[in-house]
């Protein structure tokens, strides 16, 4: 897919940023800032351009950008946290431009961290021999770099447990829905042999007062005919 003019124009841009964070740079240096806050106005855009690049390029030129973000705001610090701030910086992963036989971003980072070592160095004041110098600085960072992923490892264990607890209560509560579920059926089930039950009850109650009272009917009109029998067949005596 051909190249539109904004994404022409963004790696224009990008090229020149890279060319002036690969340089040292004086304090009073303000184009970088400007070109970096252009280039996320236009990386926004790319996003929303009906002809914007794949995913991964969209990612690289994230990257990049975010790189030299992270990289001003390390000029601002001073000293072991701006040589840390360094080491954890993370640049592009492609050239951004055809002639370029190792990503520039990366050229830049690798300056970057020996120009703060370097600083870093002198400001500690360090007079012993330059390897042994070196060798100090980079247990220090290594310490610095261990304790990060240690840190990181920590924080991963701690999801992965707290993915764990949700996932086991889940499943716990899945099981108690299940069971107030069948309990719910059971009751309905019981409650509708009961009402089944109670018809029937109803039903023989009401045959059984029916034989009851034609009983009685009969047991009455038996006793009432007798009677008048027997006032006919024995008649009083004068």
């Given amino acids: 897919m051909a190249s539109s003019r904004l994404q022409i124009n963004f790696i224009r841009l990008l090229s020149r940023c890279e060319s002036i964070a690969s340089e040292k740079r004086v304090e009073t240096e303000w184009r970088l800032e400007k070109y970096v806050g252009a280039l996320e106005e236009m990386l926004v855009a790319l996003r929303k351009s009906p002809s914007k690049p794949t995913v991964e390029v969209m990612t690289d030129y994230t990257r990049k950008v975010d790189f030299l973000k992270g990289l001003l705001e390390a000029e601002k610090l001073s000293g072991t946290e701006k040589a840390l701030a360094n080491q954890f910086l993370a640049p592009g992963r492609t050239p951004t431009i055809a002639n370029e036989r190792m990503p520039a971003s990366k050229t830049v980072h690798m300056q970057t961290k020996a120009r703060c070592t370097g600083e870093m160095r002198n400001e500690l004041g360090l007079a012993l021999d330059e390897r042994q110098s070196a060798a100090e600085l980079d247990a220090v960072l ?34 108690d829905n299940q069971t107030l579920t069948q309990s719910m059926r059971q009751a309905d089930t019981n ?36 009677m008048i029998l027997f006032i006919r067949i024995f008649p009083k005596l004068r």
Avoid at 205 to 215: E, R
């Fill in 142 to 175: 290594q310490h610095h770099h261990n304790l990060q992923e240690k840190l990181a490892e920590d924080m991963l264990n701690l999801a992965r447990n707290l993915k764990n607890n949700t996932l086991v209560a889940q499943n716990i509560i899945k099981q």
């Fill in 191 to 226: 409650f509708e042999k009961l009402k089944v039950e109670s018809e029937r009850l109803e039903q023989h109650t009401k045959k059984s007062v029916n034989w009851t009272l034609w009983l009685m009917l009969i047991l009455v009109s038996f006793t009432f005919i007798s």
